[in-house]
């Protein structure tokens, strides 16, 4: 089975301007859930959704929106970006909500300038 | 709110050597607890899942404990070999939500 990936690896960015990441999760998982990586405060908890709907948000501003398709594939989406979003997210997969093993995918860098 | 502490932050040792990586939380009322490798810009790997329910789990030269009653979790590592070396996570599943509230790490270096 293919792992969690996520497009795209990369991302550089300014001030201001949005970004849109996206994961598609392992074939058959239902939940997929995000969070941010940085080095100060390490990895945190973005929002986690299962069958479409967004079960459960991390304390981050609203800014941060996401959203899952009827495949499962998710996106999230930065809009108004700031320095401090700068940072791996990281998206993760499983067959159903806090359960099971979370599958993770290499990330996605993004850096804002 | 659920606080994990992973102790120590960093740790060298020689190859061949076992080692015990540790885990704490605040709230007792887990749902599961997971540990993962991160090697450097690199996503996650799952090592080893511990339901609440369960004292211990064991892949190959890794096994990790749980005691729910005292907060702690231990990642025993046998026999260490240069390619551990990465930083281990501990995270827990609380009750009531279905994320994982992460430690900081442990940063493991093993020299040949």
């Known amino acids: 089975k293919a792992g969690v990936t996520q497009t795209p690896r990369y991302l550089i960015k300014t001030r201001g301007q949005q970004v849109t990441l996206s994961c598609s999760p392992i074939s058959g998982h239902r939940s997929v859930s995000w969070y941010q990586q940085t080095p100060g405060q390490g990895l945190q908890f973005l929002f986690e959704y299962f069958s479409e709907t967004q079960r459960n948000k991390g304390n981050f501003p609203g800014r941060f929106s996401g959203r899952q398709f009827s495949n499962s594939r998710s996106e999230m989406n930065v809009s108004t970006l700031e320095l401090g979003d700068s940072a791996l997210y990281l998206c993760?997969?499983?067959?159903?909500?806090?359960?099971?093993?979370?599958?993770f995918g290499p990330g996605t860098r993004l850096t804002v300038l | 709110k659920q606080e994990v502490t992973q102790i120590p932050a960093a740790l060298s040792v020689p190859e061949g050597e076992n080692l015990v990586l540790n885990c704490s939380f605040t709230d007792s009322a887990i749902y599961n607890l997971q540990w993962f490798r991160q090697d450097p810009g690199k996503g996650l790997t799952s090592l080893l899942l511990?339901?609440?329910?369960?004292r211990e789990q064991t892949s190959g030269r890794l096994n990790a404990s749980l005691d729910k009653s005292s907060g702690r979790s231990t990642l025993y590592i046998a026999a260490s070999q240069p390619g551990d070396s990465a930083t281990y996570l501990c995270a827990v599943i609380i009750n009531s939500g279905y994320a994982l509230n992460f430690g900081k790490g442990t940063s493991l270096l093993v020299t040949p």
């Open positions: 511990i339901q609440s329910s369960q």
């Open positions: 993760a997969s499983s067959q159903s909500p806090g359960a099971d093993t979370q599958y």
